[in-house]
């Protein structure tokens, strides 16, 4: 997030695209409330379902499954027809400005109606409410990135927030709401295949020889490595001949589950190191038992880069271990000493290697976080991104042009599945699904169809349907609501008795490789 | 800015702000009950009754605006009595149970009852059953503990926005209800805000009184808001989960799984020793000996395929710590950058 989440109490305006807040991201959706219900703000929700949110919202826009580009790049050209845009920003702060012009120049009120289905009136009316606030916030989720489309429609909202001048000032922002508790932090410290920590290049000779120096290896690999969604193609190949998998569960949590099982099955030789038999571990040569959030001491960091205290409460069930202490003794075994007295002093190598993190002690976050950046023990952190200046120096505007999804509907697969995550459950359900009191809440998977489609095929609620795509069909009960549009249906992914990637695509965006859970073409039928 | 004089205090304050924020403000404690400061002032308790210089009968601090040149008294012996009645009156509604009740030890009634040196309840009343069913089966309501100072229902409305829970009825047959069940999200806000028994949690009851667990502060393992909570640990096991108001980004707030959600930690499915496949099956085997086996297979590998025959996938849900260390192995010691995670799943 470009903004702490308490911004919004400042914000004149926010935008809500892509994000099922109130179920995903609770705390954070009651400040959404609050700035509703006791600041004023104006609330504008886009999304092809009828989330809660669009009960608080002055302007709902239901947009179609995956055409998010279309609709944005439509605002940006009411903006402008309407002058209303900060010139004085664009100006001073922005390069590009004329080539986004031209390139939403054929975005009209009526073509990205025939695009997204949004009315032409409700469209202009959001571009209005948008385009006037002083200060606006953009808020977002994987509604935006899930598709082949993912990094170009988050540029194109950047494109709207600079346009209006919301980029490094309280109170706006392009803020997207990170999923899971430690995603920001696996990112920011180098979880990735192509970043050291901090976003340090593996293709940086500088940054390469740094790393080498801290670590006394030679030869670190210099080319970008492989993605998850690459790494299990590639095991399917051959190439990729071992996997080390820790805390995580691809084969409920990625897409074209068929796929993925086959590919663990290709593997040598696959270690799984978690704090359940997982669906995926159960494909594992060896399993390590590890701890949980509660058996250990460390950090995690926040949607809005807060680097926050993770405490240890109770000692881990039976053998099981500390992640760290796991890799540790297999390092060492494997010729590379790795001697941590604990993770306060992994944190200290931490921060001599990663300027974003330098000045972040366990001591300092004892009380407080601190989000980066913090370049010093003497400095107090970077709530804002973007102040005075962008991080490249100009803040560069993208022409972007709308694309549609990878998997359109026809006549055989006439539905549109879409696939998300529900209030009372967590990613694979590797943890919430292990308790009395969430299960009591939804205890079973719940497939969300139209009223008017339903009553066409003759479903009633709670009746089995059979939701098959091109990959996978799956067995589920259905809820019959107002929530999604006609020919949308809503799938939670938690469930693996019914798993939803049995029926997603594997369709990636060419730069994030982010695969396109959000849309992609079924059909559905009485079971 | 108004100036007001509070127990013969000169105080300075915004206009708009109550007398019980001028009396915080000037560290002058006046007894509440309902008052809570994530909560639009309420006003049902009359706990913090002060008497204005020229009025004839007290107001409550809560809801009484500041004005500027009055004359406040927090503290007189008719406040006191009336504070002692008004407790008097709630002991009606709410048994002494301290003793089998979940909040003992960190109830704020009990806390005022021994504070006013309350022995017995007094007054007694023709006993109206109320309802005990409530919007969620992981809160139970314990009608006869509830003093009706309506903080949970403000909660639902003001921080939630749900307005799950309301009043029902009048008089000795009042309670909360849930008016709006389907709204009900589960999040705990009311059990959060209730400054007496009457709301518990369904799971952990019974199961540790407040000063036999040990309260660890962590950040909550689910979504990425980062709230900050307490897990309260009896024997080595979980047992409940608790806030601190204005702890950070969540102010004292969870959500249903926040706050419900750690059963897992102590689940009898955990993995507890490591498992080796052989034939197809999985056999429990020392640490010594998987991670040599896991040493030696990667090596192997290594050296028959090259480094980039190997993956690492880390993870999400581990630390800033566990994430780098798992990074620098495969980079480090396998010599690949195929290292990912599920950032984009």
Redesign the interface.
């Known amino acids: 997030m470009t903004n702490?989440?308490?911004d919004l109490l400042k914000s004149e305006v926010i935008l809500v695209t892509g994000s099922n807040t109130?179920e995903?991201?609770?705390?954070?959706a009651?400040y959404i409330?609050?700035a509703v219900?006791r600041k004023g703000a104006k609330l504008i929700v886009v999304d092809p379902r009828k989330i809660d949110l669009v009960d608080?919202a002055d302007i709902w826009l239901r947009a179609k499954p995956g055409t998010d580009i279309a609709w944005i790049n439509g605002l940006i050209l009411l903006i402008i027809k309407e002058n209303l845009q900060a010139s004085e920003y664009i100006k001073e702060r922005t390069e590009g400005f004329e080539e986004l012009k031209a390139a939403v120049e054929k975005y009209t009120p009526q073509y990205v109606s025939g695009i997204t289905g949004i009315p032409a009136s409700d469209l202009m009316e959001a571009a209005r409410a948008y385009g006037k606030a002083k200060p606006a916030s953009i808020l977002y989720t994987m509604g935006i990135?899930?598709h082949i489309t993912g990094t170009d429609t988050v540029k194109s909202l950047a494109n709207l927030a600079m346009l209006c001048g919301n980029v490094g000032v309280p109170g706006g922002g392009v803020n997207p709401?990170?999923?899971?508790?430690?995603?920001?932090?696996?990112?920011?410290?180098?979880?990735?295949?192509?970043v050291?920590?901090g976003y340090q290049p593996?293709t940086g000779d500088e940054v390469r020889e740094k790393?080498e120096e801290a670590?006394g290896?030679n030869?670190?690999?210099r080319?970008?490595?492989?993605?998850?969604?690459e790494?299990f193609s590639?095991?399917e190949e051959g190439?990729?001949?071992?996997?080390?998998?820790?805390?995580?569960n691809?084969l409920l949590?990625?897409p074209d589950m068929n796929h993925i099982e086959h590919c663990l099955k290709s593997l040598?030789?696959l270690?799984v190191q978690?704090?359940?038999?997982t669906e995926t571990a159960k494909y594992?040569?060896?399993?390590?038992?590890?701890t949980?959030?509660?058996?250990?001491e460390?950090?995690?960091?926040?949607?809005?880069r807060?680097?926050?205290?993770?405490?240890?409460?109770?000692?881990p069930?039976?053998?099981?271990?500390?992640?760290?202490r796991?890799?540790?003794?297999?390092?060492g075994?494997?010729?590379?000493p790795?001697d941590?007295k604990g993770?306060e002093d992994?944190?200290e190598?931490?921060r001599s290697v990663t300027p974003s993190y330098a000045g972040i002690t366990c001591q300092r976050i004892e009380g407080?976080?601190i989000p980066w950046p913090c370049p010093d023990e003497g400095h107090q952190g970077t709530p804002i991104l973007h102040i005075e200046k962008f991080v490249r120096g100009k803040g560069l505007f993208f022409a972007i042009d709308y694309k549609p999804p990878a998997e359109p509907t026809d006549e055989e697969y006439p539905f549109l599945l879409t696939t998300g995550r529900v209030?009372?459950?967590?990613?694979t359900g590797?943890?919430?699904r292990?308790?009395?009191?969430?299960n009591?809440?939804y205890p079973e998977l719940l497939a969300e169809i139209n009223t008017d489609d339903a009553v066409h095929l003759g479903i009633g609620s709670g009746e089995f349907i059979r939701i098959a795509s091109r990959r996978g069909d799956i067995k589920v009960k259905s809820l019959i609501s107002e929530r999604p549009g006609r020919g949308v249906i809503f799938v939670p992914f938690h469930f693996s008795e019914s798993p939803a990637n049995a029926l997603t695509i594997n369709a990636l965006d060419p730069i994030?490789?982010?695969?396109e859970?959000k849309v992609c073409a079924v059909k559905v039928e009485k079971a | 800015m108004v100036k007001l004089t509070i127990d013969e205090r000169e105080i300075t304050v915004e206009e708009g702000a109550t007398i019980l924020d001028a009396a915080k403000l000037a560290g002058i404690k006046i007894p509440t009950l309902c008052y809570h400061k994530r909560l639009n002032p309420i006003g049902s308790c009359r706990m913090c009754v002060v008497e204005i210089e020229g009025l004839p009968n007290p107001m409550t601090a809560c809801t009484t605006p500041v004005a500027e040149g009055i004359k406040v008294v927090t503290n007189s012996e008719r406040l006191q009595r009336m504070r002692r009645e008004t407790l008097k009156l709630m002991l009606v509604n709410h048994p002494l149970d301290c003793p089998v009740c979940d909040k003992g030890g960190e109830c704020s009634l009990q806390d005022l009852v021994y504070e006013f040196e309350i022995e017995t309840a007094e007054y007694r009343a023709e006993k109206k059953e109320r309802e005990a069913i409530y919007a969620?089966?992981?809160i139970r309501y314990w009608p006869d503990r509830c003093i009706m100072c309506l903080r949970c229902v403000a909660a639902c409305r003001d921080?939630?926005?749900l307005g799950a829970i309301d009043i029902v009825g009048s008089g000795f047959g009042a309670g909360i209800s849930p008016v709006n069940k389907e709204k009900c999200?589960?999040?705990g806000e009311c059990i959060k805000v209730c400054p007496t028994g009457a709301l518990t949690e369904n799971?952990s009851r019974y199961k540790g009184r407040t000063w036999m667990v040990?309260r660890?502060?962590?950040?909550?393992?689910?979504?990425?808001?980062?709230?900050?909570l307490e897990?309260n640990?009896m024997n080595?096991?979980?047992i409940g989960i608790t806030t601190k108001d204005d702890d950070?980004?969540?102010r004292g707030?969870?959500?249903?799984?926040?706050r419900?959600?750690?059963?897992?930690?102590?689940?009898e499915?955990?993995?507890?020793?490591?498992?080796?496949?052989r034939d197809g099956k999985?056999h429990e085997a020392a640490?010594d000996e998987?991670?040599?086996?896991?040493?030696e297979?990667?090596?192997a590998?290594k050296t028959a395929?090259g480094?980039?025959?190997?993956?690492?996938?880390?993870?999400?849900?581990?630390?800033?710590?566990?994430?780098?260390?798992?990074?620098?192995?495969?980079?480090?010691?396998?010599?690949?950058?195929?290292?990912?995670?599920?950032?984009?799943?």
């Open positions: 702490p989440i308490a109130t995903c991201h609770p705390i954070f009651n409330k609050e219900l608080y990135t899930q709401l990170r999923g899971q508790n430690n995603v920001q932090g696996a990112c920011d410290l180098g979880a990735l295949p192509n050291f920590t593996v790393f670590w290896v030869n670190l690999p080319t970008p490595g492989l993605t998850v969604t790494m590639a095991a190439k990729v001949k071992a996997i080390y998998i820790m805390g995580e691809p949590s990625d040598e030789f270690v978690d704090i359940f038999l594992a040569d060896v399993v390590l038992p590890a949980s959030f509660a058996e250990k460390g950090t995690f960091t926040n949607s809005e807060r680097v926050q205290r993770v405490r240890k409460a109770v000692s069930p039976g053998e099981a271990r500390e992640d760290y796991i890799i540790c003794e297999l390092s075994r494997m010729g590379y790795m941590y993770p992994i944190m190598e931490i407080a976080g209030l009372q459950h967590y990613h590797t943890m919430t292990k308790g009395r009191g969430l009591m809440l994030a490789k982010i695969p859970y | 969620t089966p992981l921080i939630k926005a999200e589960s999040c799971l040990n660890v502060k962590t950040t909550c393992a689910y979504c990425g808001c980062g709230c900050q897990l640990v080595n096991r979980v950070e980004v969540n707030s969870l959500c249903v799984k926040g419900f959600g750690y059963e897992f930690i102590g689940s499915e955990r993995l507890t020793k490591p498992l080796i496949k999985f640490w998987a991670l040599d086996l896991v040493a297979r990667l090596t590998i395929a480094s980039d025959a190997i993956a690492g996938l880390s993870s999400a849900r581990c630390t800033n710590e566990e994430n780098y260390l798992m990074q620098k192995f495969l980079r480090a010691v396998i010599g690949t950058n195929n290292i990912d995670h599920c950032a984009r799943l």
